[in-house]
């Protein structure tokens, strides 16, 4: 079986998330949102699709700032359901702004998403998984596995000859101070 290392490099989308986010540790409460977000409106469908449409939800979430997408209202659903350059599937788009609130709350008790998932860390992926079913919408097996490896919480985003995999490990990601 084809691993994303051997697929992504030089692909003009796959080859840069591949290179320079995929697996590395994130820090910014918004990026961390980004991805989830990403992760879950990919379920179903290509990373691909999800990659080449990632400037699109960028500017449909402004941003991905976390209490602006908190505050979106029926309006603002109507709007990114309109919006051809997204995916416009309305589960998806309820759970994005829903975990939104979520992540308002977790930053309230906890500081921010990062400290939450800090808090947590490490888990097993099946223990991830009841964490983050318990906690926010539309997050399966797969959801959560592609969220935590891309962040730098669970391992395998890289093969270990992958040349980014030592970039990685240089970036400590919580995986590898477990």
């Known amino acids: 079986m084809s691993h994303y290392c051997d697929l992504a490099p030089g692909h003009p989308f796959h080859g840069p ?17 980004e991805r989830l977000a990403l992760e879950i409106n990919q379920a179903g469908l290509s990373w691909l699709t999800v990659l080449k449409k990632r400037e699109a939800f960028h500017a449909a979430f402004e941003g991905f700032a976390i209490d602006r997408v908190a505050a979106y209202d029926d ?11 997204i ?5 998806k788009v309820d759970a994005v702004i ?3 609130g979520v992540v308002q709350d ?9 400290a939450w ?6 888990l097993a992926h099946a223990d ?3 964490l983050f079913k318990r906690t926010f919408r539309f997050t399966g097996p797969e959801i959560v596995n592609e969220f935590l490896m891309s962040c730098g919480y669970l391992p395998g ?22």
């Open 17 to 33: 998330y591949h290179d320079g986010e995929y697996g590395f540790p994130v820090a910014g409460d918004d990026t961390l949102f």
């Open 75 to 85: 309006a603002e659903r109507a709007r990114l359901l309109a919006d051809a350059g």
């Open 87 to 91: 995916i416009r599937n309305r589960r």
């Open 98 to 100: 829903h975990n939104a």
């Open 106 to 114: 977790l930053r309230a008790e906890h500081g921010s998403f990062k």
């Open 117 to 122: 998932l800090d808090h947590h860390h490490p």
């Open 128 to 130: 991830w998984v009841k």
């Open 157 to 178: 985003a890289h093969r270990d000859d992958c040349p980014v995999q030592a970039r990685i490990l240089a970036a400590s990601p919580a995986w590898a101070r477990a």
